[in-house]
Every structure is written in C-alpha cells, then in structure tokens.
C-alpha cells in the first residue's frame, strides 16, 4: 500500500527556511514521479514543485530560484527547501505521487497517491 507522510511544516518568520520531507512506503521511489503542492484557505491547489522518476525537475513561477526538490532514494524521502520564505507562501503543503506522470507535472489530478499534508507559516 502506498503511503505518503510530510513532515518539517512550521511558523516561520518572512526571509526564513524551512525543509519539508516526504517519506514514501509502499513503493520504490525512484520508479515515481513526486511533486509537492500547497494549498492555502480559499484557494486552489496549487503546484510548487516535481522530480520525475527519470530526475528532471520543475519549479513553480512563483517559488522559482527560493525552492530546491531533492530524491532520497535510499531513504524513499523527497525533500523540498525552502528559502526566502514570504508571508503568501503560508498554506499546507502536501506530497503526491504517481507511476505515470503527464507532461503537465502541475496537474494534480494526474497524481494517484497523496499525504495528509504539512502546514507552512510565514509571520512575523
């Protein structure tokens, strides 16, 4: 059974870092695609970042340059951090998966597994 868990969520002051885990069961993760999306109150889900199965990595427009995914695959562990942190970047992150990822890595109905997620504050 694939199993996702965030973990490293916390209250941040604005030009802070955090760095978020996701740690996979269930599944070799090297043969899967990850991205991370954050979501926060009355808006739409929203993609950050994606390291496919083959490596190749993706960054969203508004975290470009602030945002590093890194694979663990000894571990089963996808890491993302953050640096530079803002107050709009305040929301839930959560981590998803999939074995047949689209060409659109932002689509987060093309990701079959998700974690419960992980809440990000950015205030001073």
């Known amino acids: 059974q694939v199993q996702l868990v965030e973990s490293g969520g916390d209250l941040v002051q604005p030009g802070g870092s955090l760095r978020l885990s996701c740690a996979g069961s269930?599944?070799?993760?090297?043969?899967?695609?990850v991205g991370w999306f954050r979501q926060a109150p009355g808006e739409a889900r929203e993609g950050v970042s994606c390291?496919?199965?083959?490596?190749?990595?993706y960054y969203g427009d508004s975290v470009r340059g602030r945002v590093f995914i890194s694979r663990d695959n000894v571990k089963n562990v996808v890491h993302l951090q953050m640096s530079k942190l803002r107050p709009e970047d305040t929301a839930v992150y959560y981590c998803?998966?999939?074995?047949?990822?689209?060409?659109?890595?932002?689509?987060?109905?093309?990701?079959?597994?998700w974690g419960q997620g992980t809440q990000v504050t950015v205030s001073s």
């Open positions: 998803a998966t999939t074995d047949h990822l689209g060409s659109t890595w932002r689509d987060r109905y093309d990701y079959d597994y």
């Open positions: 269930g599944f070799i993760l090297d043969a899967f695609s």
């Open positions: 390291v496919r199965e083959a490596g190749s990595t």
